[in-house]
């Protein structure tokens, strides 16, 4: 027989559903078919109107499905017909109830107490089988393990109210005993009075004389004393039955894989984990029907696949690279496999060239390629467009311009050139293409969001020169491309950094020998730069410390000092001057080898910019370099500025 709304609360007294949604709710969210049968593709509707949502300018939902007896989620985008959103869903086999939160940019509406949920009926015109389990379940997070925490927490049922779901599920579906003992269960033992505790190990007990109990029963029995009630000597005695009645079975699968990844967290030699690994995947391919074993034994494919990318790229070794790592899953192990095996050699560390990097890129770009056109869901082309930076300067390096065009503009889709190193990729594959108009906005439009790298910075004067015969004007170009919004936004900013701390003072020799007091440069604005000849995010920055030098130049009240601390090397001094004269940076480098500077000075990480005001006082500090060459040239003019600009307002 159908729930209805009017029924159960005549009977009960109690808010119930319906095979829609709670009545409170309906004109919020519903459902059309309003009754609609297995595997049909609905509309969902959502009326934001009354919600905290009204004014959103975008809405995505995230729908909590129980299908099976299994929770699963998924997000989808809803478009906005008039004042009402919408958008199209097929309902997965099986579908009991789907609880729906909306999401914008900011904010989200969950329902509140009475929740967006939509149960399901069966063809025959009942509850589908888990419906009222779910509609118990999915409002008691607090109380059963694995229920998705999404309805708001005045939503949130007792025990006894869990409890009654329960007993309505097995009198729609007494098929479904041994299926619902874990919310029975986890129910009776929230419950804690002796009565309670005893219907449970009743159950427990009368369900195990049952006969010719299927491994699965068994389990479900293993979960409760295992997960339930942490009753270790009876979940053993439990497992030890198991692998006896079914020595072939799920348990003994399971087992053998956990203790197959075990030895991988054991291996003490980079070719024993590696070899673990492969065994691994070997042995146990990855299953989705695995992830309730795998998660709570803490059983973790990415790492096996990390490790394997790893270790078989560094031992140059494609074929087993490609073996793996070209069918690697799920999906989210790649996040991993890019950055291990791909960014961290060849960014961070700059061990391997593009040309060595390549053929190992090309399998993962395969591999993620192939879920993001399989699979039509945002999060399967996350990762993607995460890393199409990444590989489009891969494939610029080696002039594979065509291929290195499409995830150039992948990435600058996500970004809109609000960063410097993506834009210098996207122009220089411009370039390479011969798009000359292009590369051209491509420079204007870097340079007016304040992110260019100083490879658009000289195309700028040069196309400029190679149109006006002249460098007159060029600085009034400039000025015409500056977005001023974000000219306000970097002076904000700046603003917002300033402050007023006592600094320690100090003597160092620069790279001639010469020395440096601070507290002899009372009077001037100093700029300090601390860096070190193994961090490639302080060289990265220097072309734009490069352009704020040359700015002031001609200013004998404003000084830069470039302190080379942390390092690694023993010939510093050589070092220094040779890299400053090759790159034709006119610093002029302190040496703080034993870093007593820099502990003194509160630096630790670097690159590091302090800023000391003409009073000897510290006035900005900032850690860190985004990537832009002019932004971080404007960032040390305006706070040059400010300080100038207080000196002179007294």
């Not at 995505?60 to 007896?69: K, P, Q």
């Not at 927490?153 to 329960?166: C, G, P, Q, Y």
């Not at 479900?220 to 020595?247: C, M, N, S, T, W």
């Not at 192990?333 to 050699?345: C, D, H, L, N, T």
């Amino acid at each position: 027989m159908r729930i209805t709304y009017m029924s159960f609360m005549v009977a009960l007294g109690l808010l119930c559903l319906q095979p829609t949604a709670v009545d409170a709710q309906s004109k919020i969210f519903s459902v059309t078919p309003e009754i609609p049968k297995p595997q049909d593709t609905v509309t969902l509707h959502y009326d934001a109107r009354k919600t905290n949502l009204r004014d959103a300018k975008s809405i995505r939902a995230e729908l909590v499905l129980f299908a099976d007896f299994t929770w699963n989620r998924t997000t989808i985008k809803f478009t906005k017909d008039d004042s009402v959103w919408s958008a199209k869903y097929v309902l997965p086999p099986n579908l009991g109830l789907m609880t729906a939160v909306f999401e914008s940019d900011k904010e989200k509406d969950n329902g509140g107490a009475d929740t967006y949920a939509y149960i399901f009926a069966d063809p025959a015109g009942g509850q589908m089988s888990g419906a009222k389990l779910a509609w118990g379940a999915i409002r008691a997070p607090h109380l059963v393990d694995g229920v998705p925490n999404v309805v708001d927490s005045t939503a949130f049922k007792d025990a006894e109210i869990l409890l009654m779901w329960v007993k309505y599920e097995l009198r729609d579906h007494p098929e479904n005993r041994f299926k619902v003992l874990p919310t029975a269960a986890a129910a009776l033992k929230a419950l804690n009075t002796e009565k309670s505790l005893a219907n449970l190990q009743k159950e427990l007990n009368t369900l195990q004389e049952m006969p010719d109990l299927k491994e699965q029963d068994w389990l479900i029995i293993l979960h409760v004393y295992q997960d339930i009630l942490r009753d270790r000597g009876k979940a053993e005695d439990i497992q030890q039955k198991i692998l006896r009645l079914f020595p072939a079975g799920q348990f003994a699968a399971d087992q053998q894989r956990l203790a197959d990844f075990n030895r991988i967290q054991a291996a003490k030699t980079d070719a024993d984990r590696l070899a673990a690994a492969t065994n691994f995947i070997d042995k146990h391919p990855y299953k989705e029907a695995d992830l309730p074993f795998n998660n709570r034994n803490r059983i973790n494919y990415t790492n096996a696949y990390w490790i394997i990318s790893v270790y078989s790229s560094l031992n140059k070794d494609l074929k087993t690279y490609t073996k793996y790592i070209g069918a690697a899953e799920p999906y989210e192990a790649f996040g991993q496999i890019v950055y291990r095996s791909i960014s961290v050699p060849y960014i961070s560390q700059n061990t391997v060239t593009a040309e060595e990097i390549l053929p190992y890129a090309k399998v993962v770009m395969d591999r993620v390629n192939f879920f993001k056109n399989k699979y039509d869901d945002d999060q399967y082309a996350s990762i993607y467009y995460s890393n199409a930076a990444l590989f489009a300067k891969i494939l610029l390096e080696n002039k594979l311009y065509d291929e290195a065009f499409e995830y150039a503009s992948a990435a600058q889709s996500t970004t809109n050139y609000k960063s410097a190193d993506l834009n210098d990729t996207y122009v220089k594959v411009l370039e390479g293409l011969s798009e000359d108009t292009q590369v051209q906005l491509a420079i204007e439009k870097s340079y007016a969001v304040n992110q260019s790298s100083t490879h658009i910075l000289e195309l700028l004067k040069q196309h400029y020169v190679a149109k006006a015969g002249t460098e007159k004007g060029y600085d009034d170009y400039l000025a015409s491309l500056r977005d001023a919004d974000k000219e306000s936004e970097l002076k904000d900013k700046v603003k917002r950094l300033i402050v007023r701390k006592d600094f320690p003072d100090f003597t160092l020799k620069d790279q001639y020998g010469n020395v440096v007091k601070l507290s002899a440069l009372k009077g001037k604005t100093v700029v300090l730069d601390f860096w070190a000849s193994w961090c490639a995010p302080c060289k990265a920055a220097f072309p734009g410390m490069k352009i704020a030098v040359q700015h002031f130049k001609e200013d004998p009240n404003v000084v830069f000092y470039f302190i080379d601390t942390q390092e690694r090397k023993a010939d510093m001094k050589a070092y220094v001057s040779k890299y400053m004269q090759e790159n034709d940076y006119p610093f002029t480098v302190l040496l703080d080898g034993d870093s007593k500077i820099s502990k003194a000075s509160g630096v630790s990480a670097i690159p590091h910019k302090i800023v000391i005001g003409p009073d000897g006082k510290l006035r900005f500090s900032e850690v860190g370099y985004m990537g832009s060459t002019s932004e971080l040239a404007d960032e040390i003019i305006e706070m040059v500025r400010l300080i100038k600009e207080e000196q002179n307002n007294g």
